[in-house]
């Protein structure tokens, strides 16, 4: 449950994932976007666990596959939450850039921009038995979801 240390590239690909879509995001903000009055304490939570899921999904290697068994399901079903990731921002790209398109969920899924790395991290860290990244996957969901489901209330009230 601790892990080997080691990289993953595993890892690396899911950050790439994650990254490449939110720096393209920062030149393409919803028109109205706002973060000022996010809950500092989610904040918080959010950048712990940023950080912290950052080097967990990085430094182990126990995320790269060994084979197929019976924990290679958290595997399939983290990839799955990824590409459900993908196109979210591939709606959104395509998309008017609206705050309803960037909040709008995504087969079921509230705040998909928020909930579906979280979740594929998460699934990530129980795939390869490591408590540090499924820690971390808790912390960031706690902040992330948080701030993205209270923007996406505020944009429904």
């Excluded at 939450?81 to 979210?88: R, V």
């Excluded at 395509?94 to 979740?119: E, I, K, M, N, W």
């Amino acid at each position: 449950m601790l892990g080997h240390l080691g990289f993953s590239w595993i890892g690396a690909i899911y950050l790439l994932a994650l990254w490449i879509p939110n720096i393209i995001w920062a030149r393409h903000k919803p028109t109205g976007y706002d973060a000022s009055g996010e809950n500092p304490v989610l904040v918080t939570f959010e950048r712990i666990g940023q950080v912290f899921s950052t080097v967990a999904i990085l430094c182990f290697n126990d995320l790269n596959p060994h084979g197929f068994n019976h924990w290679s399901v958290w595997l399939v079903l983290s990839i799955l939450l990824m590409i459900l990731y993908e196109c979210f921002w591939i709606r959104y790209f395509h998309g008017g850039h609206t705050l309803q398109d960037f909040y709008r969920p995504l087969f079921g899924f509230p705040a998909p921009g928020a909930s579906l790395p979280v979740l594929a991290f998460l699934f990530l860290g129980i795939y390869g038995k490591l408590i540090w990244l499924i820690g971390a996957s808790v912390i960031l969901g706690v902040g992330h979801i948080g701030i993205h489901l209270q923007h996406a209330r505020r944009l429904n009230a």
